[in-house]
């Protein structure tokens, strides 16, 4: 659970956070009560598509982990305004597959539902995708929820010779994603 951003989700609890993540928190608590004048010029800009949090196994490569991005948007954005699940997930699996250094990278949605909570009127865009590429082949899951001018996207990927084994666990980490502010 993350009270600070305002979500919660359930991970393997074998799972460990990601320590670059951690690093730069910590850089950053630093730097926010540190008494030492700024430097002149900050040369590090912050990436608004950077995790919040991410988690893998211990000692693992990155190539499974689930992560969530926050990022700012408009207080009257409506995820609704791109389409349906199926057109925000192929909007999505586009985004990602041209993005990058990597040009024969190829990308497949294979499923997009809504799931909602109409107690408190959100609605969360759940999506499962393939990206692939002559070096990896990658599958993920993805849950995308906007509120309170916050839009929050879970991704959870797997290399693909591990879905079957990790698709029940995956499928678990997305029902679970919940805002909580």
Request: proline share 7%; net charge negative.
């Amino acid at each position: 659970m993350d009270t600070v951003e305002g979500f919660e989700f359930i991970y393997p609890s074998t799972w460990v956070g990601d320590q670059t993540l951690l690093y730069r928190a910590a850089e950053k608590s630093e730097r926010e009560t540190s008494l030492d004048l700024p430097p002149a010029r900050n040369i590090r800009r912050k990436n608004v598509n950077e995790p919040v949090v991410a988690f893998g196994p211990p000692g693992s490569t990155g190539e499974l982990n689930v992560s969530v991005i926050v990022s700012p948007v408009s207080p009257t954005f409506s995820i609704e305004a791109f389409g349906g699940p199926k057109e925000v997930g192929e909007a999505i699996v586009k985004t990602v597959t041209r993005s990058g250094q990597i040009t024969d990278l190829k990308g497949t949605l294979l499923e997009a539902n809504l799931r909602q909570d109409s107690e408190r009127n959100l609605k969360y865009y759940e999506l499962e995708f393939k990206v692939e590429s002559p070096t990896f082949r990658r599958h993920n899951v993805a849950v995308c929820c906007a509120n309170g001018g916050r839009l929050y996207t879970l991704n959870a990927q797997a290399p693909e010779s591990a879905w079957s084994e990790l698709k029940p666990e995956f499928n678990t980490i997305a029902k679970s994603f919940n805002i909580i502010s």
